[in-house]
């Protein structure tokens, strides 16, 4: 099963790469988008955050190449919900905000990067 999910991460990987001709829309402002790679620090705590702010998540797991499950990588995913594995649309609005780190939560215009953010108070300013 992990050799099927580590072929498929190349392939999106793959796919990134070429990027995409589509304009990216605008960020749902009733959405938290959370990206985040394999190796991003702090992973299934900032996971932890994402799920219990509440808020409707959207992840999206941005990755150029597939260099392995890293440590953290598996316990995170429980508490991200439903992860499409390549998110064409998700990929376009990180390179249009050019989000260059991670972990990164988008909130309408709201962008903040950092295990340290305060999710709740970022939720409560985009309304």
């Not at 959370?34 to 299934?44: M, N, Q, R």
Request: aromatic share 8%.
């Amino acid at each position: 099963m992990w050799m099927a999910g580590a072929a498929a991460l190349a392939a999106a990987a793959g796919a990134q790469d070429r990027g995409s001709s589509e304009p990216a829309s605008e960020p749902d402002p009733a959405v938290l988008y959370f990206f985040f790679t394999p190796d991003t620090p702090d992973l299934a705590a900032a996971a932890r955050a994402v799920r219990a702010s509440g808020a409707r998540v959207r992840p999206v797991l941005l990755a150029d190449r597939f260099r392995g499950w890293p440590d953290g990588f598996a316990a995170a995913l429980p508490d991200l919900g439903e992860l499409a594995l390549v998110d064409e649309e998700g990929l376009a609005l990180a390179r249009r905000l050019r989000i260059s780190r991670t972990p990164c939560f988008v909130v309408g215009r709201h962008v903040a990067y950092g295990s340290k953010v305060d999710l709740k108070e970022m939720l409560t300013c985009s309304r």
